[in-house]
């Protein structure tokens, strides 16, 4: 997941995820990145935190990291919040840029469409209840798309 500055939405995204994949019982690796690496090693947005626990999701112990290149590699689907970070992330990788594995998050709710997660952070409460709800949908595909993929993988072993 990876936003601006891993402060706002990337750590939701982060958190929500992790909560539908252990509920779901799947065993995935999931992680959060900024682009603009001002942050490092900073928690999320108190507002995130807020709405988080909100829901039952403590993300208080993340701390915001840098996309690095190396990250194409390492995750096997990278999700982005809006056009710059979509930039970005092509920018940072480039010549390991892998267009395949690089996707707006809305995309799996709204197919093609390149919808943005938009950036709360000068935002209030109702901001970051809009940008948590946005999300929570989001993974909520990816959960049952990609779990029934892992399922059907097993079955064929």
Same mark, same amino acid.
């Given at each position: ?12 995204? #982060? *958190? ?7 509920? &779901? ?7 959060? &990145? $900024?682009?603009? *690496?001002? /942050?490092? $090693?900073?928690?999320? %947005? /108190? ?8 829901? *039952?999701?403590?993300? $208080?112990?993340? /701390?915001?990291? %840098? ?6 590699? #390492? ?14 992330? +092509? ?8 267009? !395949?594995?690089? !996707? ?10 390149? +919808? ?21 949908? &989001?993974? !909520? ?5 990609? &779990? ?10």
């Amino acid at each position: 997941m990876v936003c601006l500055g891993n402060v706002c939405r990337s750590p939701l995204a #982060e *958190g929500i995820l992790k909560d539908k994949v252990k509920k &779901a019982g799947l065993k995935w690796y999931i992680d959060s &990145a $900024g682009t603009n *690496g001002y /942050q490092p $090693g900073c928690p999320p %947005h /108190q507002s995130s935190q807020n709405i988080a626990k909100n829901y *039952g999701i403590d993300i $208080g112990k993340h /701390q915001c990291r %840098h996309f690095t290149k190396e990250d194409i590699d #390492e995750f096997d689907k990278i999700y982005v919040m809006d056009d710059e970070n979509y930039n970005d992330v +092509r920018k940072i990788c480039s010549h390991t840029w892998s267009e !395949e594995k690089v !996707e707006f998050l809305l995309n799996e709710v709204y197919p093609g469409e390149n +919808r943005i997660v938009p950036d709360p952070w000068f935002g209030g409460e109702d901001d970051f209840t809009e940008v948590y709800e946005l999300i929570d949908k &989001a993974c !909520e595909v990816i959960v049952k798309k990609y &779990a029934l993929a892992d399922a059907a993988k097993t079955e064929a072993l």
